[in-house]
């Protein structure tokens, strides 16, 4: 064959080959007009403009895009609406002819065709009201670390044990800088180098920023119709009723499954003025998280962050990293089948957010900080707080050994009680409870979810808008007024009579007040409306999880009155059916007792946060009103 013939096949093979492995681009169109922020490398788009998609990892709720005139920038996701590629106009060419396979050649293996399944279920949303932008989440880490203190006897380490935890999947895990250093993604958003170096206070064991490079985020395969958790957790896509139903829910409705609950695994639930309510136990505890260190496996190969928890029951550290609380949410919602089980924070924080030249500093103080925050509301708990995985998860050491954890660990994921055999472990009132009375709470309840859900979102939205106001707008208004004095008085400093260099000097002081007012909006943030902006966020969190639990109370009920039908057309016998409507009350007075339980945290919660956010703005605008009283009276002598 001539070799031009030969190189003409090749190059035919060769776009044939190009032509069915690029991808398209993905594109998107604006849903709304969205008016960027440069500052914050966010990009400005109109409603209807098509946008190239470039990254959709930044993570909380932002990808990366492009605008038809080439600017690129962080825009919002729920602003956006994906395009489907549109298709071919022509046919696709013929592939190659097969090559002749040599049988003394082995084969080799495919590649790997796991495309991230942790991050690739999608979770239900419940309501379709309209999208609303990100919402805000602070990432300050000077904010307050709420970490308990103990008193008593000294904090006993947990001592050090190679490859105790090696019983984990680590395809997920923080790999190590040498993993990461050459092989960053094109579209990857890196932080910014450091510029200063950390004091020995802030370092922790290990090279570098806590030993620790940029965190590695794994690609997202977005399409039209997924949508994703925005809180860390992997969400699994199911029916929580079917689930409920597969372990063993429809078994203890119909009553064809029992077991001798012992004393210890049982648990109470009490009548009380509002309603039943769980038995909160008389000796609560807190549990504090601090010191994360760098740690390694695999002679270096492997690095990760270590978190020392510290219950106040024992005083002993207790070593976990972010897997062992990403094992830890999924066994409790496993089990406790009518309590949401707030949302882990993300495992990556966006670098957006992260303070230039503190990446990897801010990204794990940030972290175990959220951390904090969510085993503090588990602590709380009556129920999680007293339970045996839990409480394995928090005592366990090293020192008891490899063999003591990994028989808690797998203990936990076979436990008899989980799914609906766990309402077999309620201890619940002799009465019984009227059905239409609980369904008429059950539509009140679904009413006030909805509701808050959307206040969440709403305060959100506005706070978020604020802030940035605060940081923005409100601080060059002022900084513009006290400029104006400044050159006022640099004018008037041109008369050097002794009658007018009072009133100068007063007008001088008056622009610096003004200046001063202007940073102190930028820094008032940090004083109330962060913590506020974070209690309505992991509100938002816990609400999420609501609907799997009312709609799986809505099933049972529904079971319980398909068998009244069916004893009113004589197809079931009335004990039957007393037995079904029993134990659906077993349903309800679990609940009802976790619903009896939010309300309570909600009202210590938002009581507290009410407080905080008026008291920071009464000192705020307290401290403005001195300042500006104190530059009036240099006007007494002018």
Known sequence: MPAVQILHDCCNSLSVVTMLTVPQAIQARGLYDFNGDLDNGELTFSTGETLTIVTQDIGEGWWEARNEAGQQGLIPESYVQ???????????????????????????????????????????????????????????????????????????????????DDDWDDENEDNSSNSTTNTSQPNEIKPDAPETTATDKDQLPGSGNFGLSAPKREKKQMTQNSDFSKYGTVKKSFNRFSTFA??????????????????????????????????????????????????????????????QLTPSFSNIQVSRRYKHFDW???????????????????????????????????????????????????VRHPVISQSEVFNHFLTCTDEKGLAKWKAGKRKAEKDEYQGGKFFLTLQTPPTSLDMRDVEKRMEIFCRFVKGMDDNMRNMLQIGHDSRKKHTGPYKREFQKIGGSFKQLAETFNLDSAAHSQNLTAAIDYTGDTYNEIGDMYEKQPREDLDYMLEVLFEYKGMLSTYPDVLKLHEGAIGKAKECERLKDEGRMPESDVAAVIQRADVISFGTLAEMNHFQRERVADYKEMMQKFLHGQIKFYRDITQKLESALQKYENA
């Open 82 to 164: 994906l395009l489907e590629p549109p298709e071919p106009s022509f046919p696709p060419p013929p592939p190659p002819s097969a090559p002749v396979s040599d049988w003394n050649t082995p084969q080799t293996e495919g590649g790997d065709w796991n495309n991230d399944a942790w991050n690739s279920h999608g979770t239900e949303s419940w309501d379709q009201e309209p999208p609303h932008a990100p919402d805000y989440t602070n990432h300050n880490s000077a904010g307050g670390v709420n970490n308990q203190g103990f008193r008593g006897g000294g904090v006993q380490q947990q001592a050090s044990e190679e490859g105790w």
């Open 328 to 378: 830890l949410h999924e066994r409790l919602e496993a089990k406790f089948t009518c309590i949401p089980i707030p949302p882990l924070p993300d495992k990556a924080l966006s670098a957006k957010h992260s303070s230039k030249g503190r990446y990897e500093d801010d990204f794990v103080s940030e972290r175990m900080r959220q951390l904090q925050l969510w085993v503090d509301r588990m």
């Open 246 to 307: 597969k372990t063993g829910g429809d078994a203890f409705l119909m009553g064809t499954v029992s077991a001798n609950v012992s004393e210890s695994d049982l648990i109470k639930i009490i009548d009380t003025q509002d309603g039943p309510a769980w038995n909160y136990p008389s000796q609560p505890y807190t549990c504090a998280i601090k010191s994360p260190k760098k740690e390694s496996k695999l002679k270096g190969l492997k690095s990760y962050i270590a978190y």
